[in-house]
């Protein structure tokens, strides 16, 4: 298994152990506050940021934006993730 796929693992489980506290309802609403299509649940940023930066070490990864939309209640961003890792 690559490095890399072992890392990501490791994130993936770090994440799940924060449990419930980690977990986010998405809801995209109208402007009178009406829910729009599907209800998504996703882990909070910040639970992300913290695991990465355990596993990986926060001069080890970086993001850039990619793409952005802003809506009234709510801002859904692309992100392209780089990572280094060892070679071996």
Known sequence: MSTLTVKINEIN????SFGR???QEIKMKD???KVIGQIRYGYKPQYVFDAVNQIIE?????????KEDIFETQVVIEVKL?????TD
């Open 13 to 16: 489980e770090l994440i799940r």
């Open 21 to 23: 506290n980690a977990v």
């Open 31 to 33: 402007k009178d506050g």
């Open 58 to 66: 926060p001069e080890n990864w970086r993001y850039e934006l990619i």
């Open 82 to 86: 780089f990572l280094k890792t060892d």
